[in-house]
């Protein structure tokens, strides 16, 4: 298993550079820029970094084509693979779990995601981002989500086309991937879960038309470790409303606590995600020992003193499967790079 990282939007384009290149010497494998609102593009963001680097991967993660059409990801992420020298990959989900638990209106009504078919969707951006991928001339792409009219050959790539990966959870999710992507990355998934997801993704993989070249298959995991531990505990408890196995559908909460401590985080859910928005941490009427096990079982959080059962945790994921595991790092990223590169990296080599 190799480490990577994954960076929030916030950093000037010439700091991610920067960052790419310390990434790079430090022998992280991918380094991932979010696709988050309220921040840096993360094609922009990774500009510099790909002519400043020449071995570390680029990932954008996630874009989804409900908010991008494909053709749009395809230019984007074709020009930043161009630039990087066939280093880039796209990370491409359906942004549905987050946009669902944030999406309810004053009249109750939330976005239909069953009705936008999302699993199609995510399926044929992949195929229209690897028809343009190619350089072959393609007269159009006809599916029942999404359509190109117009018939395209992108005439200008002279490096090896960009890797796509699927962002998946649901096991819908993780076959598709499984069949089609270059890679998959999954999220906030625990060891324990492991085994279930990788049974979807094999069942996937065994329907492929072609076969795989060295799929990848990655866990965003968020890093929280800090010289002060009550500081890591604060920024855990302000994104605890976005691990992947808290938000709605909450895919792997029943995995995580009994049948009614799991309702109880589902009932006051808008708490967490309140908590995380205004950034105070403080998730209003839940237990504090819920709240901590919780950040236990979803992150990596406490001081310098907690890494070493981290590493026997990320060693567990190893064993189930995973080839890389995406570290995400969140106020203070270049003192968790040291921290990594350090003490963690030199694990997993």
Known sequence: MQIELIIGCEMHPQEVADYAVAAEKAGVRALWHSNLPNGWDPFMGLSLAAGATSRIKLGVLALSPYEMHPVRIAYSIISLNEMAQGRAILGL??????????????????????????????????????MMASGEFHQGYQGEIFSVSSPFKLSFMASPPPKIFTCSMGPQMLRMGGRVGDGLQVGDVTADRLPEVMGDIQAGLAKREHPADD????????WHIKAD?????????????????????????????????????????????????TGTGDIKDVPPELVQRLIDNCSSSGDYGDIDQEIERFKAMER???????????????????????????HFQ
Do not use: C
């Not at 009249?107 to 992949?126: H, N, P, T, Y």
């Not at 808290?246 to 799991?262: Q, S, T, Y």
């Open 93 to 130: 989900g359906g942004g549905g779990a987050m946009a669902l638990a944030t999406s309810v209106r004053s009249d109750g009504e939330s976005l239909d995601f069953k009705k936008m078919r999302i699993v199609r969707g995510v399926r044929e951006a992949a195929e229209i981002i690897r």
């Open 215 to 222: 799929f990848r298959i990655g866990n965003f995991w968020a």
């Open 229 to 277: 531990r009550e500081a890591s505990l604060h920024e855990a408890r302000v994104g605890l409303f976005a691990r992947a196995e808290v938000i709605p559908p909450h895919i792997g909460l029943d995995h995580l606590l009994d049948p009614e401590e799991a309702q109880f985080v589902r009932d006051h859910y808008r708490n967490f995600l309140i908590a995380g928005v």
């Open 320 to 346: 189930a499967g995973l080839t890389d595991l995406a570290l995400r790092v969140f106020d203070d990223p270049w003192d968790s790079l040291e921290i990594i590169r350090d003490r963690v990296i030199p």
